[in-house]
């Protein structure tokens, strides 16, 4: 009696749960569960019968493989107007592309003397200034690929060496990182290949650049050092490009331009510079904020009584842009174009390339937007860290 109770209320609680549950209880083992549930003997119409299980999982696999389709099919069309982009407008992931192997054994240019011949073939140049050209991947080389016209190196004298270090400051400076290693040597050995000696060439006037060879290459030497100490060795080591009459300079009231045209700054003696009144070859990074002149007012008549600095000694006339203009937000105010205008009026009176340095990097657009300002006033080179985008003339 108690057996058949105790089944009664089993097949009873089993009914109970299938109803509450909407599904059919099925046992791990029906062979050795005593809890096996008893046929449900309801008509099918008054039980609501559920799905399978095996629809509810295919159904899920479904779902994540045609998501998992379109997740890859929307990877591939991004991939794919990437790619076209670039071969629309020619952008380069790594402009020192070809400068892979810069360094490696057996490239030969363990000694930084690795000079590809053909790397500057179809280079447009731009006026565009490489500003600390030592931190590049392949200083130099990788300005002059990008286009720019100008390159600068911070030069360091030290006691009984008669070396010229390069590099930003002290702790930068390496032994093989000089001046004659980084800039002079590989100037000499370029122009030497643009200028080659055969029967169907014997000449010299050949600048880097294949597509404009009459364009000067300006080598800004930033003294970093005692000036008057540096000056002689900066004049001796420039020597290579001198005898071979590649160093623009100034004889009897003319200016002569050449391959490369030399610019001291820094802590440059313009005394020095114009102590020789018949003949220089290096000249001088003039204060461009020294000039600034009433962009509004009638031209002044053409006089050098007040010119200290004019295109005799001198060929940049630079400034920061930080310190005389300020920070730009979203536009230029009507006070800070009057400030440009001026400079540029002054500085282009006396014969000089005006410069900016320490522009924004950053927004991007504001510093594009900077760049096009300055050029659009009037300003005659730019002074970038960023040559991809300064390639790309985004300005």
């Known amino acids: 009696m108690g057996t058949s109770t105790h089944t009664e209320k089993k097949l009873s609680l089993s009914n109970l749960w299938n109803r509450r549950a909407g599904h059919s209880y099925v046992p791990v083992d029906a062979a050795e569960n005593e809890y096996t549930a008893a046929p449900d003997t309801e008509p099918a119409e008054n039980v609501a019968q559920p799905a399978p299980r095996t629809r509810c999982c295919q159904a899920s696999r479904t779902s994540s493989s045609i998501w998992g389709l379109t997740i890859l099919a929307s990877i591939m069309l991004i991939y794919l107007l990437v790619s076209t982009a670039r071969v629309l407008w020619g952008i380069e992931d790594d402009p020192d592309r070809i400068f892979g192997n810069w360094g490696k054994p057996g490239t030969g240019t363990e000694g930084l003397a690795w000079y590809p011949t053909d790397f500057l073939r179809d280079v447009l140049p731009i006026q565009c200034h490489s500003h600390n050209d030592y931190w590049r991947k392949v200083p130099l080389f990788s300005a002059?690929?990008?286009?720019?016209?100008?390159v600068e190196a911070d030069v360091w004298l030290f006691d009984d060496d008669p070396e010229l270090y390069v590099g930003h400051d002290t702790a930068a400076l390496t032994p093989n990182r000089t001046f004659q290693s980084l800039y002079v040597n590989p100037l000499v050995e370029l122009l030497d290949r643009t200028n080659p000696q055969t029967k169907f060439y014997n000449d010299s006037r050949r600048g880097v650049f294949d597509y404009d060879p009459e364009q000067t290459v300006i080598l800004l030497?930033?003294?970093?050092?005692?000036?008057?100490?540096?000056?002689?060795?900066?004049?001796?080591?420039?020597?290579?490009?001198?005898?071979?009459?590649?160093?623009t300079y100034f004889e009897d009231g003319v200016v002569n331009k050449r391959q490369v045209t030399v610019?001291?700054?820094?802590?440059?003696?313009?005394?020095?510079?114009?102590?020789?009144s018949t003949y220089r070859d290096v000249f001088f990074d003039a204060p461009l904020a020294d000039m600034w002149e009433d962009p509004d007012a009638p031209d002044a008549p053409d006089s050098n009584d007040d010119i200290t600095y004019n295109e005799t000694n001198s060929l940049y006339a630079s400034t920061s842009f930080g310190k005389t203009v300020g920070h730009i937000i979203t536009h230029f105010s009507d006070d800070?174009?009057?400030?440009?205008?001026?400079?540029?009026?002054?500085a282009h009176r006396r014969g000089l390339k005006v410069r900016y340095w320490d522009t924004p990097g950053w927004p991007v657009g504001i510093r594009n937007h900077v760049w096009h300002t300055l050029m659009e006033e009037g300003a005659d080179i730019l002074n970038v860290d960023d040559l991809r985008s300064a390639s790309r003339k985004e300005w």
Not at 263 to 276: E, I, Y
Request: charge should be positive; glycine fraction near 14%.
């Open 221 to 247: 030497v930033d003294f970093k050092t005692d000036g008057a100490d540096l000056w002689p060795h900066v004049l001796a080591q420039l020597e290579p490009l001198r005898s071979r009459g590649w160093l």
């Open 263 to 276: 610019v001291g700054t820094g802590n440059t003696p313009f005394d020095l510079v114009v102590k020789n």
């Open 144 to 150: 002059l690929h990008a286009g720019c016209v100008g």
């Open 336 to 346: 800070q174009l009057r400030i440009i205008r001026g400079q540029i009026k002054g």
